[in-house]
């Protein structure tokens, strides 16, 4: 009977795992479509296919991971006030030194930032 339960448990963590894995996938694309639309309404934001985007939303990730590790800072537009949404700007900004086809400038880094920002307080990430 305990062999049973031990069973039972594991499938259990399983599930917990698959579902994890699944909800980090769906962020990341829903993330990456959220940076296409973006980059078509962002002046000073060339246009990305979801490739490209997909990529961007990884490194974008990553950069945000570092700085709250290193800093102990969220990087999400709204995650400190100005600090936060100005750290997002830069996020965003840096970004296309790591992934090709991307390219901003200063002004679409910041307004690409506001646009994620409000579309975040609308669908937080959370959610999903």
Not at 6 to 30: M, P, Q, T, Y
Not at 63 to 88: C, E, H, N, T, W
């Amino acid at each position: 009977m305990a062999e049973g339960m031990e069973n039972k448990h594991a499938d259990n963590e399983r599930n917990k795992n698959d579902r994890s894995w699944l909800g980090i996938i769906i962020r990341f694309v829903v993330a990456a479509i959220v940076l296409m639309v973006t980059s078509l309404i962002t002046p000073g934001f060339s246009n990305m296919g979801f490739g490209t985007a997909l990529l961007a939303a990884v490194v974008i990730a990553a950069i945000d991971y570092v700085i709250q590790k290193v800093f102990k800072m969220d990087a999400s537009p709204f995650g400190r006030g100005i600090v936060g949404f100005l750290l997002s700007a830069l996020v965003i900004y840096l970004t296309q030194f790591f992934v090709p086809d991307m390219e901003v400038n200063v002004f679409g880094a910041i307004v690409a930032a506001l646009i994620i920002g409000i579309i975040d307080a609308i669908i937080p990430a959370n959610v999903i």
